[in-house]
Structures are given as C-alpha cells and as structure tokens.
C-alpha cells in the first residue's frame, strides 16, 4: 500500500507561483511513475502532469505546457510541481497519483493510489 499527501495549495493571485509537494508514506514510490491530475466542481478529472520513475519521461497537459514543470526527488520519497504563471482557470483540486508502474500515459486507469488532493485558488 502506498499512501500520498498532497501540500503546497493556496490561494494566489494571478501571474504568481505555487509549489505543490507530494510525499508518500507506508511503502515508497520505488519503479513507480507519478503523476498529478486536477479537478473542479462537476467536471471530470483531468491530467495535468506525469513523470516516470527515472524522470527520462515527462508529459503534460497543453493548458500548462511552459507555466508547470514536474520533478521528484526519489531518495525523499517526493514528487513536486511548481506552478508558475498561473491564471484563474489553473483554479482546481489537486491530485497526486502513483502510477501501477515505472512508467504511464496520462489516462487515470493508470494510476493506483491517489491522495486527499490540495485545493489551488487563484485569483483575478
């Protein structure tokens, strides 16, 4: 079992930054691609980033593409998201998620533990 806690959420205003953090805990991230999703009341879920186990694979959601950048830190069992330039519409829960595997696409059903989530607000 591998537990994920999602932190770094806020409130901010437009053109501002965020970093979120996710630290797992129970078992490691160990050959585990991560990846975090977002979402907002009555809308589905939605990728909005993925790194692989050895970060040689990266992807993300065209609406962040230049603004987020995805990293983790495996000794520390971390994966972040610094999100920079951020606009109203970035506003959303969001999730971390531990992919089956060392690698993953961006669609859910790849992914098997999720956290609690952290809400982003931002402001016009």
């Known amino acids: 079992q591998v537990q994920v806690v999602e932190s770094g959420g806020g409130l901010v205003q437009a053109g501002g930054s965020l970093r979120l953090s996710c630290a797992a805990s129970?078992?490691?991230?160990?050959?585990?691609?991560m990846g975090w999703f977002r979402q907002t009341s009555g809308k589905e879920r939605e990728f909005v980033a993925r790194?692989?186990?050895?970060?040689?694979?990266?992807d993300y959601a065209e609406s962040v593409k230049g603004r987020f950048t995805i990293s983790r830190d495996n000794a520390k069992n971390t994966v972040y998201l610094q999100m920079n330039s951020l606009k109203p519409e970035d506003t959303a829960i969001y999730y971390c998620?531990?992919?089956?595997?060392?690698?993953?696409?961006?669609?859910?059903?790849?992914?098997?533990?999720w956290g609690q989530g952290t809400q982003v607000t931002v402001s016009s």
């Open positions: 129970g078992r490691t991230l160990s050959s585990r691609a």
């Open positions: 998620t531990a992919a089956r595997g060392a690698y993953s696409s961006n669609a859910k059903a790849d992914y098997e533990y």
């Open positions: 790194i692989s186990w050895i970060a040689d694979s990266i």
